[in-house]
């Protein structure tokens, strides 16, 4: 019987039911004596939930029902990487591969587990060996290309292995389309977009090309070329929100707010917790003058700013901010930044409310508090943000961004979050002046095209130990800067549960 239910519950996670699958395998999985089976397809339904730490326990299980299972050693390499956990994630890969492992998949790994404990030289080793075992293997060469990217801020270096995987199969869809992400964001737009063009006239009804190539044609200001792509898109997929998402952008880019309005009450409906598509409803409302639009941008209620409580066990905020600085000082290593991320002139630190060290740990207890302050605040409500409120919440993303002078964020959005922050702990000089607001951070220009610009409807100056809540569907960013100094923040997102 329990083989026939392992069977059912791997059949709902292919057709993304994963709830569905961990709901049938939860009391079987939960006895002392569940079976293999039974602890990997349960697992495997929890990570499709974004449920990593429930599911490492599961894995762990597995580990110690079956230690001589190489693909149980793998799974719970996975599942220690998605977690940050970054030394276990080594030590449990390099047991796969003892135990004849020789899989791609188990070289990515690792080479994440390597990126996380900052040996570098070894994680891209890794990196190379897993696209050696697989030379079209898309996520290999993207941690790869984002990895030297990020070390050299040369895009020839990013894009070395790439390209020569490319010179053996120029028609790869995936490794096109991420030769064009890597080109993006080390500012080579145009060639972006060519990199895009060329693989369609090869693959001219290819989804993933469509989508990628609208979005580049409204990056280089080629509109009717981007509403054409979207169109194009929106007939192999109608229904897809990707597919509406960069319809929409088409729609406000060639001045269409009407139209662009229609399309976004599609990918409401489509995806209703997708925090871009209400970003993009509520700029289609702005640019057609409708009235809906202040519903989702009362910026005055809805962005609050807080200072931090000082974490028990320290005197003042001031010298857990001077902890903070030096520990991220060291981490603070790369000269670019990664790629598909907002920041623009700088580096990132990921996973931050994941690690184990107990000055991260304390600043997300204080963040903790203040996040039950920010919902208090708001009481209940039937907007986007409050209508979601459950009691409890997570933290689903913690990160670090370190901008050097004419750094900055582009405006953007948190698509999977709830609520988003920003925490401050240096900024440059200019900061302090009300006229450049050199520093600041923005809400309402939109990071999409629109015609006519729409600017920034609310600015909050920042400073040091300034905790900044506010929706992640709102539209942020920060003006750039030209002090010789730079600009030091955390920041998390905040999803209910």
Same mark, same amino acid.
């Given at each position: 019987?329990?083989?026939?239910?392992?069977?059912?519950?791997?059949?709902?996670?292919?057709?993304?039911?994963? *709830?569905?699958?961990?709901?049938?395998?939860?009391?079987?999985?939960?006895?002392?004596?569940?079976?293999?089976?039974?602890?990997?397809?349960?697992?495997?339904?929890? &990570?499709?939930?974004?449920?990593?730490?429930?599911?490492?326990?599961?894995?762990?299980?597995?580990?110690?029902?079956?230690?001589?299972? $190489?693909?149980?050693?793998?799974?719970?390499?996975?599942?220690?990487?998605?977690?940050?956990?970054?030394?276990?994630?080594?030590?449990?890969? $390099? &047991?796969?591969?003892?135990?004849?492992?020789?899989?791609?998949?188990?070289?990515?790994?690792?080479?994440?587990?390597?990126?996380?404990?900052?040996?570098?030289?070894?994680?891209?080793?890794?990196?190379?060996?897993?696209?050696?075992?697989?030379?079209? +293997?898309?996520?290999?060469?993207?941690?790869?290309?984002?990895?030297?990217?990020?070390?050299?801020?040369?895009?020839?270096?990013?894009?070395?292995?790439?390209?020569?995987?490319? *010179?053996? @199969?120029?028609?790869?869809?995936?490794?096109?389309?991420?030769?064009?992400?890597?080109?993006?964001?080390?500012?080579?737009?145009?060639?972006?977009?060519?990199?895009?063009?060329?693989?369609?006239?090869?693959?001219?009804? @290819?989804?993933?090309?469509?989508?990628?190539?609208?979005?580049?044609?409204?990056?280089?200001?080629?509109?009717?070329?981007?509403?054409?792509?979207?169109?194009?898109?929106?007939?192999?997929?109608?229904?897809?929100?990707?597919?509406?998402?960069?319809?929409?952008?088409?729609?406000?880019?060639?001045?269409?707010?009407?139209?662009?309005?229609?399309?976004?009450?599609?990918?409401?409906?489509?995806?209703?917790l997708d925090q871009y598509g209400l970003a993009l409803q509520s700029t289609a409302w702005r640019l057609a003058k409708d009235p809906r639009a202040s519903l989702l941008g009362d910026y005055p209620?809805?962005?609050?700013?807080?200072?931090?409580?000082?974490?028990?066990?320290?005197?003042?905020?001031?010298?857990?901010?001077?902890?903070?600085?030096?520990?991220?000082?060291?981490?603070?290593?790369?000269?670019?930044?990664?790629?598909?991320?907002?920041?623009?002139?700088?580096?990132?630190?990921?996973?931050?409310?994941?690690?184990?060290?107990?000055?991260?740990?304390?600043? +997300?207890?204080?963040?903790?508090?203040?996040?039950?302050?920010?919902?208090?605040?708001?009481?209940?409500?039937? @907007?986007?943000?409050?209508?979601?409120?459950?009691?409890?919440?997570?933290?689903?993303?913690?990160?670090?961004?370190?901008?050097?002078?004419?750094?900055?964020?582009?405006?953007?959005?948190?698509?999977?979050?709830?609520?988003?922050?920003?925490?401050?702990?240096?900024?440059?000089?200019?900061?302090?002046?009300?006229?450049?607001?050199?520093?600041?951070?923005?809400?309402?220009?939109?990071?999409?095209?629109?015609?006519?610009?729409?600017?920034?409807?609310?600015?909050?100056?920042?400073?040091?130990?300034?905790?900044?809540?506010?929706?992640?569907?709102?539209?942020?960013?920060?003006?750039?800067?030209?002090?010789?100094?730079?600009?030091?923040?955390?920041?998390?997102?905040?999803?209910?549960?």
């Amino acid at each position: 019987m329990s083989q026939d239910v392992v069977r059912q519950a791997w059949a709902l996670i292919d057709q993304g039911r994963a *709830a569905e699958s961990a709901a049938l395998t939860d009391r079987l999985a939960s006895t002392q004596a569940a079976g293999i089976g039974v602890l990997v397809v349960h697992a495997a339904a929890l &990570k499709a939930m974004d449920r990593h730490a429930e599911a490492l326990d599961f894995n762990r299980r597995a580990v110690a029902l079956t230690p001589q299972d $190489r693909i149980v050693w793998y799974n719970l390499a996975a599942t220690l990487g998605d977690l940050a956990k970054d030394r276990e994630a080594e030590d449990a890969a $390099r &047991k796969a591969m003892a135990l004849g492992l020789d899989a791609p998949e188990v070289y990515l790994v690792l080479g994440r587990a390597l990126q996380g404990l900052r040996r570098y030289d070894e994680a891209e080793a890794a990196f190379c060996a897993a696209i050696e075992r697989r030379d079209l +293997f898309v996520e290999a060469h993207r941690n790869l290309a984002q990895l030297r990217w990020m070390r050299t801020g040369q895009l020839e270096a990013a894009l070395a292995a790439l390209d020569a995987s490319l *010179a053996r @199969d120029a028609a790869d869809v995936g490794l096109s389309v991420l030769r064009s992400v890597v080109q993006e964001f080390a500012g080579e737009r145009s060639a972006a977009y060519q990199t895009l063009t060329g693989a369609l006239r090869r693959r001219p009804a @290819d989804l993933q090309l469509l989508l990628a190539a609208a979005h580049m044609a409204g990056e280089v200001g080629e509109v009717d070329a981007m509403l054409a792509h979207a169109l194009a898109a929106e007939r192999l997929a109608p229904q897809h929100p990707q597919v509406l998402a960069v319809l929409v952008e088409a729609h406000l880019a060639r001045s269409d707010g009407s139209s662009a309005s229609v399309v976004a009450e599609r990918l409401r409906l489509t995806a209703p917790l997708d925090q871009y598509g209400l970003a993009l409803q509520s700029t289609a409302w702005r640019l057609a003058k409708d009235p809906r639009a202040s519903l989702l941008g009362d910026y005055p209620d809805l962005v609050r700013a807080y200072m931090l409580p000082t974490p028990p066990g320290w005197h003042s905020l001031e010298s857990f901010l001077d902890a903070l600085r030096k520990r991220l000082a060291e981490r603070h290593d790369y000269r670019a930044h990664p790629l598909q991320q907002s920041l623009r002139g700088g580096s990132q630190i990921p996973s931050l409310h994941q690690s184990d060290d107990p000055l991260f740990q304390a600043f +997300f207890a204080q963040a903790a508090t203040v996040v039950a302050q920010y919902l208090t605040d708001l009481g209940a409500g039937q @907007d986007p943000l409050r209508s979601r409120m459950t009691g409890g919440y997570r933290f689903s993303g913690g990160w670090s961004v370190r901008l050097q002078p004419n750094g900055f964020h582009a405006d953007h959005v948190h698509p999977q979050g709830w609520i988003s922050s920003a925490f401050y702990l240096d900024l440059p000089s200019g900061v302090a002046d009300a006229e450049t607001r050199e520093g600041w951070i923005r809400f309402g220009q939109p990071g999409c095209i629109t015609s006519p610009r729409l600017e920034a409807e609310h600015e909050v100056m920042p400073k040091p130990g300034m905790l900044v809540l506010f929706p992640s569907y709102m539209w942020h960013g920060t003006r750039p800067f030209s002090s010789p100094d730079h600009r030091l923040t955390m920041a998390f997102d905040v999803v209910p549960t």
